[in-house]
């Protein structure tokens, strides 16, 4: 049986709903305590189509319209809006074509921690704001005033088992078309597109259908883009796809075929892991080796006769006279007149300290005797280097830069002189970008400057103070991470573009390959400046691959080809995946963005410590690989790559020079003794020490050369600014083909290295 409620309960009933009307009217007539400048704008219709504010904060039982507005302030949001009396939303404009509710009434819920305030109520929210509310009506797909040649394409899926695009960037606040399309053709991608309102992603056109990506209705892409809420950003899965015009694309690549496509092959079986590789003023190789890489009776150290590489046993000279470990050191040519080898650095204890020096003796097919010296106690560095740098200066003193003292401690964050003048210089950006910066990129401008390239920042030092005199725009990254780096252990590689005669040109500097900090996103790009140019910016070029760890070569038809290196990771060991296996040429004659072809591929994994050096025979000397990965072998097979010229079949032009010790400016005579010399041309390439993306001595001059008859003359170059004194490979080229190289000094000795290091321990050529 039913009970009716007794008449003692009817009243008190009748009594409470009284005291809670009036009550809440009472405190209805309190206003919110807002910020200064907040305000309420009105009852606003949600979810009409999306929502009206993007940024939902987590609800809050206990919300009330002071805590949504504070937490939408603080997160430096302009708008706020309460609904469903727990739920909070920030904005800086009503989007989605939100507009006011017919009556302001529908706000009617009570906010979850103020029953005196209104919170919204179902699709309705209460809105408070500062300044203008800005309203956007119902976003469309943007397909009007996007940056460049982008094209609106449609809204796709993403592949089913993959994404479609590897680059992914995510905008919390700002992406939209124009903001992530420019980041993708600024990098070189010409397909792109956005995903879920925050995703920018980056490819090209062919990913779409590697990847099983397919077209769905525009209305799958139906979220709204924060960073322009006039347009919308994908879906769930989602993408709107834009791709760059087909008319005027971004990057020209060239895929020559069969010998145009250059081809590698191996050279000689190896007896070392090289750490460093110089090709010697005798026409040798010199190849060193860390301690405990090879075998455990290795000297450590042996030169390679390249006339000999049929015969293995004749090929290599096993050398003597490294007393301490090379590990992670510079080198160099000496301009001294016998053009020794200078090892410096390495690693560890009184190896740090290391100055190491070759004469090179005999030529290719007689024998060589000379090994390397070193007399640790008397000649050393002042302060130990692992990984270290060095610059032949202008005035013939030897510059060294940079390092550390051991793995994951302190830096050496100066530089100092060889003969050494005075006491270290310290160089404050070196120890800002620790540990980012090891083995920097130096090169001497034909202004006299020494420009450093290190980390993803680049300087110019005065050749005298070496204080700054300017700092280069930072270094573009990558699409994925604008911070990735240039230098070990993001190392990528270096290269001076070719200096002509007159040398009105500025130089250009080219940088290609790196990584990123953290998880890393290898670089496929090369980036070039001119750095004595102010105005100059730097360009970024898409390479046709990802490249850290890369070796790049200086060809003497001035073209430079990029070998070697990982698509994953970072330099060091067993830090890096996937082996680059493809050569790509650099022609800086070509247009920008049309300068890379895609050459031949190799089957040798060449990782970390791996190099690659021009021959006199225009061949490219490829070595090393000391991955310590368990997964790639350590290498001792030496490769050549053959570029195109030497495939042709076309007959080198040949020539006899009797002056090979040039003063600067200076008419020197050479006769051609075969190939036409019209159009003929001279290139000189300088002594090149190939580690860890560095090319140390590296120049590549094409000076003024004419011909009456097979009398040819070639005319130095002007200066210790435009070309530091030292060992140059002469070359004249007939059309496409390089002659067989013979070695020039140029500019003397000038800080007497001839007579130096002053220990017994050193056998000294003189001036
Ligand atoms: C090291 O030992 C191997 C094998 O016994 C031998 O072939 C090689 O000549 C030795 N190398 C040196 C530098 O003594
Ligand atoms: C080269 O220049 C540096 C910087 O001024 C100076 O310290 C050094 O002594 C110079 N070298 C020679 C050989 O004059
Ligand atoms: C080398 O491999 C790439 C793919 O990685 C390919 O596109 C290219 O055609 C290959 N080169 C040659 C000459 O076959």
Request: with cysteine; net charge neutral; proline share 8%.
């Amino acid at each position: 049986m039913a009970r009716s409620p007794s008449l003692t309960t009817l009243a008190l009933l009748h009594f409470l709903s009284w005291l809670t009307l009036s009550t809440a009217n009472l405190i209805q007539k309190r206003d919110p305590v807002l910020p200064s400048g907040w305000s309420y704008s009105g009852c606003y219709v949600d979810n009409a189509n999306g929502r009206i504010l993007i940024n939902q904060q987590p609800d809050d039982a206990q919300l009330t319209v002071e805590k949504c507005v504070g937490a939408c302030k603080t997160a430096g949001y302009t708008v706020a809006g309460m609904e469903y009396s727990t739920q909070c939303f920030c904005g800086n404009a009503i989007i989605n074509g939100g507009s006011l509710a017919s009556a302001d009434t529908q706000c009617s819920m009570n906010c979850g921690g103020n029953a005196a305030e209104k919170c919204g109520a179902g699709n309705r929210m209460s809105i408070y704001n500062t300044g203008t509310l800005v309203k956007y009506p119902v976003p469309t797909n943007q397909n009007t005033n996007l940056p460049g040649k982008w094209v609106y394409k449609g809204c796709i899926s993403e592949g089913p088992n993959s994404r479609i695009w590897q680059y992914q960037t995510i905008l919390t606040n700002t992406n939209s078309a124009t903001e992530c399309l420019s980041r993708c053709s600024s990098f070189g991608f010409m397909a792109g597109g956005m995903e879920y309102g925050t995703e920018c992603y980056c490819g090209d056109v062919v990913d779409i259908q590697n990847n099983g990506g397919l077209p769905k209705p525009d209305s799958d892409c139906a979220t709204t883009c924060p960073g322009d809420p006039r347009y919308y950003c994908g879906g769930g899965s989602r993408l709107s796809y834009y791709a760059w015009s087909l008319t005027d694309p971004l990057y020209k690549w060239s895929y020559p075929t069969g010998n145009n496509a250059g081809n590698y092959k191996l050279f000689v079986p190896g007896v070392v892991v090289p750490l460093i590789t110089t090709l010697g003023v005798n026409g040798k190789v010199t190849f060193v080796e860390k301690y405990g890489t090879g075998a455990a009776n290795s000297t450590g150290a042996y030169e390679l006769d390249p006339s000999k590489a049929n015969t293995f046993s004749a090929a290599w000279r096993t050398m003597r006279g490294l007393k301490t470990d090379v590990f992670c050191s510079a080198g160099l040519t000496l301009p001294d007149k016998v053009g020794r080898q200078i090892n410096i650095g390495g690693w560890s204890g009184t190896s740090l300290f290391g100055i190491r020096t070759y004469w090179p003796d005999g030529s290719p097919g007689t024998t060589s005797v000379n090994d390397w010296q070193e007399d640790a106690a008397n000649v050393k560095l002042q302060q130990g280097r692992w990984y270290p740098s060095a610059v032949q200066m202008s005035n013939g003193s030897i510059l060294v830069m940079g390092g550390e003292q051991c793995s994951n401690c302190a830096a050496v964050p100066n530089m100092e002189l060889l003969p050494q003048v005075g006491p270290v210089v310290n160089l404050d950006f070196l120890q800002r970008t620790d540990p980012y910066n090891l083995y920097p990129f130096l090169t001497i401008l034909p202004g006299g400057g020494i420009f450093v390239g290190y980390y993803n920042e680049a300087r110019i030092l005065d050749p005298v103070t070496f204080n700054t005199v300017r700092t280069l725009p930072q270094i573009p990254g990558n699409v994925n991470n604008p911070l990735a780096g240039r230098t070990y252990p993001l190392e990528g590689t270096a290269m001076i573009m070719p200096q002509k005669a007159p040398y009105s040109d500025p130089l250009t500097m080219l940088i290609c390959g790196g990584s990123t900090i953290g998880p890393s996103t290898v670089n496929d790009n090369c980036v070039s400046i001119q750095p004595e140019n102010t105005a100059s910016t730097w360009t970024i070029e898409r390479m046709p691959s990802q490249r850290v760890m890369p070796c790049i070569a200086a060809l003497p038809d001035g073209t430079y080809l990029i070998v070697n290196g990982a698509k994953k990771g970072v330099a060091g060991f067993g830090l890096a995946e996937s082996p680059n296996l493809n050569a790509v040429l650099y022609d800086p004659s070509k247009p920008v963005n049309q300068r890379m072809s895609i050459m031949a591929n190799t089957t040798v994994a060449r990782l970390y410590h791996s190099e690659a050096i021009t021959m006199q025979d225009g061949r490219v000397l490829v070595s090393g690989s000391d991955p310590q990965d368990g997964k790639n072998p350590e290498e001792y097979r030496v490769e050549v790559f053959e570029p195109p010229y030497a495939l042709s079949g076309l007959p080198k032009p040949a020539f006899t020079i009797t002056n090979k010790d040039w003063s600067y400016g200076q008419q020197v005579t050479i006769t051609v003794t075969a190939g036409s010399t019209t159009g003929m041309r001279a290139s000189l390439l300088g002594a090149v020490s190939s580690t860890h993306g560095n090319s140390m001595g590296q120049r590549t001059i094409f000076p003024a050369f004419s011909c009456a008859g097979n009398t040819c003359t070639v005319t130095a170059p002007p200066n210790n600014k435009i070309c530091p004194p030292g060992w140059f490979q002469l070359f004249i080229l007939a059309g496409p083909t390089p002659s067989i190289s013979t070695w020039v000094r140029i500019g003397g000795d000038p800080a007497r290295i001839g007579n130096w290091p002053p220990s017994a321990a050193f056998t000294k050529p003189g001036i």
